[in-house]
């Protein structure tokens, strides 16, 4: 099977007035990205630590009612800082406010200081990991018994890249792969979730794979297809967003789809 190949961009809600991430949202879908992705952290990750900061979910509801074309998500949910039953709950309601376009992002959590200053237990890599594996055949479960069930069978994004344990959990719940690294490393990371895949007894086929990228597509985009990633998602933080290597891997997209189609 042969994916086409597909557009995000992340807008990382540091540093920028919401004015600021609303209109570079409606930029994004005007543009012809595919995916709009925010992140689940409560401080910015860069620049001043104590700077302008959103809360993810609550922003996506709102973004589920400005677009209505482009799918959204978070990349990634932190699976610690929520109930996993209130978090299908709140995946099924926007995913109906969006008329069926959530993507639900999900990984283990890692930034400490979300975890101290809004009183999560943070415990280790492994508890997290283990937590986030326990968490997904409950989103599931819930998801079966809501009324009104999603629109969807909705889309789960999964994050991380640890070998023995996260791309297991990858392989018996995603829907969709985020991993971390240069064409080399993906090719490793595939060939480990691969595995992975046939010790569970799933298609490997059946999970998009998916990365983030800073380059222009030119330098690395058919190298990635190479190793089976078809996902792109270029990052921006605030205060203003310049989504001109979004717009160039659109044009890229565009071109590579053509040719493959």
Request: aromatic share 10%; net charge negative.
């Amino acid at each position: 099977m042969t994916r086409p190949v597909r557009i995000g961009v992340q807008l990382q809600p540091q540093h920028a007035e919401y004015t600021e991430i609303r209109r570079a949202v409606a930029e994004i879908e005007e543009a012809g990205a595919d995916i709009v992705y925010t992140w689940d952290h409560f401080f910015p990750l860069y620049g001043e630590a104590d700077g302008l900061h959103f809360e993810c979910w609550t922003m996506l509801g709102a973004w589920a009612e400005a677009t209505s074309r482009i799918e959204i998500g978070a990349l990634v949910t932190a699976n610690s800082y929520r109930n996993p039953e209130l978090v299908a709950d709140m995946a099924r309601t926007v995913d109906h406010i969006s008329d069926g376009r959530l993507i639900l992002g999900i990984g283990a959590g890692w930034f400490e200081r979300d975890y101290d200053e809004y009183g999560y237990e943070f415990g280790t890599a492994g508890s997290r990991i283990a937590s986030l594996g326990e968490s997904m055949p409950r989103i599931k479960s819930r998801w079966a018994k809501l009324n009104p069930a999603p629109t969807r069978d909705i889309p789960v994004l999964i994050g991380g890249s640890g070998e023995r344990k996260t791309l297991r959990v990858v392989a018996e719940h995603a829907t969709i792969w985020h991993g971390f690294g240069d064409p080399e490393r993906l090719r490793h990371l595939t060939s480990v979730l691969d595995r992975w895949c046939a010790e569970v007894g799933r298609d490997p086929l059946e999970i998009e794979r998916s990365v983030a990228v800073s380059d222009p597509p030119e330098s690395v985009g058919e190298d990635f297809v190479a190793t089976g990633v078809t996902h792109f998602t270029i990052a921006q933080g605030g205060p203003k967003y310049d989504l001109g290597l979004a717009r160039d891997w659109i044009a890229w997209r565009d071109e590579h789809n053509a040719k493959s189609a």
